[in-house]
Nanobody, 119 residues
């Protein structure tokens, strides 16, 4: 079992910055890829960014150049630095971790943290 605890959401003006954190606990040795998803009101959850244990990253086109995902394997924590925020970035942001147990991969989710970009 893996537990994920997010922090860092809040209200920010357009053009501002926020940094989200997600700390993993439990069976952390089994975690491979970690990432962030978001879900805006009335929309489906979408992938924002991922980072592998070897620090290979992926970003959805809409956040490239503005968001940076990073990971501290020693602290079992993944971060999402969000700069140049836009109103359309407003959403609940969820941390995700993939954990491998033998031949089985399971996805774990945090509870979510709200990000509101508004003037």
């Amino acid at each position: 079992q893996v537990q994920l605890l997010e922090s860092g959401g809040g209200l920010v003006q357009p053009g501002g910055s926020l940094r989200l954190s997600c700390a993993a606990s439990g069976s952390i040795f089994s975690i491979t890829t970690m990432g962030w998803y978001r879900q805006a009101p009335g929309k489906e959850r979408e992938l924002v960014a991922t980072i592998t244990r070897g620090f290979r990253t992926y970003y959805v086109d809409s956040v490239k150049g503005r968001f940076t995902i990073s990971r501290d394997n020693a602290k079992n924590t993944v971060y999402l630095q969000m700069d140049s925020l836009k109103p359309e970035d407003t959403a609940d942001y969820y941390c995700n971790a993939l954990a491998v147990n033998g031949i089985t991969t399971r996805a774990y989710w945090g509870q979510g943290t709200q990000v509101t970009v508004s003037s």
